[in-house]
Nanobody, 128 residues
């Protein structure tokens, strides 16, 4: 059974940092693409970064470029989202998601409907 469990959310002041973790089980990292999403109240779920299954390379949405970094520890089956220079508009529930990756190259997925498995989410609140 595929499971994703996020942790690391919390309350932080603007300009601060947080590192989110997503512990995965039930699948092999190398076969799955992993994404981080967020959803603020009243807004649609937004894809912010994705790690390709083929080579663990990453791509970022414009809202995350230069401030957020996604990484992975395959030995721990865990991916991370390091968030720096946080802003009040980063306040949201953050989710990790997984889907079977396509072979033959680096593919990235930023739409929620492209993913099959989701964690329960972790709340990030940035105060001004």
């Amino acid at each position: 059974e595929v499971q994703l469990v996020e942790s690391g959310g919390g309350l932080v002041q603007a300009g601060g940092s947080l590192r989110l973790s997503c512990a995965a089980s039930g699948f092999t990292f190398e076969d799955f693409a992993i994404g981080w999403f967020r959803q603020a109240p009243g807004k649609e779920r937004e894809g912010i970064t994705c790690m390709s299954s083929s080579d663990s390379s990453t791509q970022y949405a414009d809202s995350a470029k230069g401030r957020f970094t996604m990484s992975s520890d395959h030995a721990k089956n865990t991916v991370y989202l390091q968030m720096n220079s946080l802003k009040p508009e980063d306040t949201a529930v953050y989710y990790c998601a997984a889907r079977v990756g396509l072979g033959g190259g680096s593919f990235y997925y930023f739409e929620p409907e492209e993913y099959d498995y989701w964690g329960q989410g972790t709340q990030v609140t940035v105060s001004s």
